[in-house]
Each structure stands twice: as C-alpha cells, then as structure tokens.
C-alpha cells in the first residue's frame, strides 16, 4: 500500500524558514518523480516543486523560486521541502504527491498534508 506522510508544519513569522518531509512507503520512491502541491484554504490547488527521480532536476513556481528548495534521499525515502523567507501567502496546506510513470504531471498518490501558516 502506497503512503505518503507530510511532517513539519506549523505557524511562523513572516522571514522564518520551515523544513518540511514527506516519509514514502509502499513502492519504489527512488523511481518516481515526486512533488510538492499547495492549497489555500478557500482556494484551488497551486503546484509548488517537483524533483526528478535522482534529484537531479528540480522546478519550483516561481511564486516560491529563491525562497524554497526541494530535494530528496531516496535511501530514506523521504521528499523534503526547505522554505525559507516565508511570506503570508505562503500559508497553505502542503501536499507531497508521487507521479505516475507515464507523466510527471499527474499524480497518482498524495499525502494527508501539513499546515504552514505564516503570520505575525
């Protein structure tokens, strides 16, 4: 069974950094693309990052670019996400989701989420 668990939310002052980790399990992690979504409460879903299988390749929104780093240790299975310099529009509810093998851009499993909230 597949399961993707997000950790590391909580609330924050504007300028302040959360590291936040997506533990996988129930597949192959070290074969996928994996990625990081956000919701806004009230609002639609926005894509934030997503990380090649090796992490050697990474995209970012640029509404996030310079502020956030994805990146990976397929030893542990984890996906992680590094936000520093977090404004208030980054308050969301951060998904890790895994893509399927035939497009990175649909995604087939997603965690539960983690809150970020960022205020002062």
């Known amino acids: 069974e597949v399961q993707l668990v997000e950790s590391g939310g909580g609330l924050v002052k504007p300028g302040g950094s959360l590291r936040l980790s997506c533990a996988a399990s129930g597949f192959t992690f070290s074969s996928y693309i994996m990625s990081w979504i956000r919701q806004v409460p009230g609002k639609g879903f926005e894509w934030v990052s997503s990380l090649n299988s090796d992490g050697g390749v990474t995209m970012y929104a640029d509404s996030v670019k310079g502020r956030f780093t994805t990146s990976r240790d397929n030893a542990k299975n984890t996906l992680y996400l590094q936000t520093n310099n977090l404004k208030p529009e980054d308050t969301a509810i951060y998904y890790c989701?895994?893509?399927?093998?035939?497009?990175?851009?649909?995604?087939?499993?997603w965690g539960q989420g983690t809150q970020v909230t960022v205020s002062s």
């Open positions: 989701a895994k893509s399927t093998q035939a497009d990175g851009w649909v995604y087939d499993y």
